[in-house]
């Protein structure tokens, strides 16, 4: 399995559906692009992995870099487009992108939990790019 390699730098909303938006304070530290859950208990997001279940929870992306306590408004679903700059530029249109056994990474395989965040999908402002389509519900 390889990691994607997303810069906190390079990731920002292409598009957004109010509906699938949720903001909570942080019960970690969370980088911008990576994959971040409800913790059961505390209701703050923290990282989430594909390792079981209980780690995979209720998913969403950071939309930036947040310490613990700060709050942060993190998006799912398909209504969500996302840039996360060179990060999928490896990928071919339409390959899945999957949650990693590894905190708050995607990755191009599927970790022990199968779990699909997006798919690749063509992003044509100005210049071909690709771009994350959410799929999480």
């Known amino acids: 399995m390889t ?9 920002r909303v292409v598009k957004r559906d109010d509906l699938t938006q949720m903001t909570a304070p942080a019960g970690e530290a969370i980088s911008a692009g990576q994959y971040c859950r409800w913790n059961t208990s505390t209701g ?4 989430g992995n594909g390792s079981s279940s209980g780690e995979v929870g209720d998913g969403f992306i ?17 209504g969500v487009i996302l ?7 490896g990928l071919n249109y339409a390959a899945p992108v999957y949650l990693s056994d ?5 990755a ?4 022990t939990v199968s779990t699909v965040v997006g798919k690749v999908v063509p992003g044509w402002a100005g210049t071909a ?3 994350l389509r959410l799929t999480m519900v």
């Not at 590894?102 to 995607?106: A, H, I």
């Open 3 to 11: 990691a994607l390699t997303i810069s906190a730098d390079d990731v």
């Open 44 to 47: 703050k997001f923290e990282l």
């Open 129 to 131: 790019k690709k771009l």
């Open 102 to 106: 590894t905190d708050g990474t995607l």
């Open 83 to 89: 840039d996360l700059g060179a990060a999928l530029d």
């Open 62 to 78: 950071a939309e930036k870099t947040v310490a613990v306590g700060e709050t942060l408004t993190a998006h799912k679903g398909p």
């Open 108 to 111: 191009d395989s599927a970790g």
